[in-house]
């Protein structure tokens, strides 16, 4: 039972931190960036303002998707280590359990350095 339990949740978590820097290219895709179009008046200097708005709530909804695939790929590899712990595996076993995290890391890292 605890030979699955640590298969299924290791295997969550290599794919959800896989997964986590596509998230910056799915949410481009889905929603395309609009260059905004600046004219004089005050209408145009409000959709100016709700256009910037909408921009940080992009970002903000990224940030979010990304924290929580993080936290799944966390999570999992905690429980994956949790089974192998208690089904007294060999320590390599043990040590790849947490290979979710060194990729939590991993893609953390890169999403900060290309500034997605």
């Keep these: 039972?605890?030979?699955?339990?640590?298969?299924?949740?290791?295997?969550?978590?290599?794919?959800?931190?896989g997964v986590m820097p596509m998230v910056p290219v799915v949410c481009r895709?889905?929603?395309p960036p609009v260059a905004p179009k600046v004219e004089p008046g005050t209408?145009?200097?409000?959709?100016?303002?709700?256009?910037?708005?909408?921009?940080?709530?992009?970002g903000i909804n990224v940030m979010i998707w990304t924290a929580g695939l993080a936290a799944v790929a966390l999570l999992a590899s905690v429980v994956a280590f949790a089974a192998a712990w208690f089904a007294r595996e060999s320590r390599r076993t043990k040590l790849l359990c947490l290979l979710p995290v060194a990729m939590v890391a991993v893609m953390l890292g890169l999403l900060v350095a290309i500034g997605a």
């Design 1 to 17: 039972m605890s030979h699955a339990l640590r298969k299924v949740s290791f295997w969550i978590g290599v794919a959800s931190s």
């Design 29 to 31: 895709w889905l929603y």
């Design 43 to 58: 209408a145009a200097l409000l959709s100016f303002a709700l256009g910037i708005l909408g921009s940080v709530g992009d």
